[in-house]
């Protein structure tokens, strides 16, 4: 019986872990997508690349490496065009659309679970 | 593959095989000749999916620990709920089926079981039974086994002598 109780404990860990990772992918898109669609400057954007930088340990154990490490490339990416407003635009769309389709991988819906 | 790639992959390496074996140790594993479906199942699912963090250290290792974690925790409660119920262990693994009875060959039960004669004789052979009549009961187990009674079990003498017999 035992046993049984540890599993139990174990699995509802588990499961209160996926909860919560589900729940803290979606924030952290959420909220770096805001600051990004309100970035203008040099500084809006390095704060986006700070607060990114700052999830990477978490991002890292959770996520594929090859996708943590794309959205750093392509936040840089739109630093270096920052003089031109439309390249900026489409570089900054780029990681939008990287952010919520990490969001959406780890929702769980029929395009994810098949 | 620099020396940085070898050192994660040992690493990781380390870390699932301790996992892994804990596992193993923790549903208390029979031999693999004795594993039920579901166990045969759980055992070729986790060799595969603590294989891929190995292979790829592109994907977190907590891609491979998960996934092995959720499965033992599922076994041990399903095999939990077996031994409590046993609709749910008929459920489970089925019935183990009467091939033979009293000497006469169930054909309904070998169809059901897809076993076919030369099949069941290779069994009984690997027995020392060349003589249907001899087997009392034949049973299709649920582990993938046939195991046979014999109608009337050999006295110690004839098996002494049999032994004798093999090594002259």
């Known amino acids: 019986m035992r046993k049984e109780i540890v599993a139990l404990i174990l699995l509802l860990i588990m499961v209160g872990g996926a909860i919560w990772n589900c729940s803290h992918i979606n924030n952290m898109s959420v909220e ?12 809006d954007v390095e704060a986006v690349i700070n607060k990114w930088v700052q999830e990477e340990r978490y991002t890292h154990m959770a996520l594929r490496h090859s996708e943590v490490d794309t959205i750093t490339s392509d936040l840089y990416t739109a630093l270096e065009f920052l003089d031109n407003k439309e390249e900026f635009d489409a570089a900054k769309n ?21 | 593959m ?24 923790f549903m208390g594993k029979r ?16 060799a595969d999916l603590a294989a891929q963090p190995l292979s790829d250290i592109g994907v977190p290792l907590i891609n491979g620990l998960i996934p092995v974690m959720f499965l033992l925790c599922g076994e041990i409660l399903i095999s939990g709920a077996a031994l409590k119920s046993k609709r749910f262990h008929d459920f489970l693994w089925g019935k183990p089926n ?33 003589d249907l ?6 049973v299709f187990e649920t582990d993938g ?16 002598a049999l032994q004798d017999n093999k090594n002259s």
């Open chain 1, 94 to 114: 780029r990681v939008i659309w990287r952010l919520e389709r990490i969001q959406a991988m780890e929702q769980i819906r029929w395009g994810t679970v098949f």
């Open chain 2, 2 to 25: 620099g020396v940085t790639d070898v050192a994660v992959i040992l690493i990781r390496t380390m870390i699932m095989f301790v996992v892994v074996y804990a596992a193993t140790r």
């Open chain 2, 145 to 160: 086994t046939i195991s046979a009674i014999m109608e009337h079990p050999r006295p110690k003498a004839d098996r002494i």
């Open chain 2, 31 to 46: 031999q693999l000749g004795q594993l039920e479906l579901s166990e045969l199942i759980v055992a070729l699912l986790i």
């Open chain 1, 32 to 43: 770096l997508t805001f600051m990004l669609k309100k970035a203008n400057t040099y500084e």
């Open chain 2, 98 to 130: 009467m091939l033979v009875e009293s000497g006469k060959i169930n054909l309904r039960e070998l169809r059901r079981s897809r076993i076919s004669l030369d099949e069941l004789a290779e069994a009984l052979r690997k027995k020392n039974i060349f």
């Open chain 2, 133 to 138: 009549a001899d087997v009392k009961y034949a």
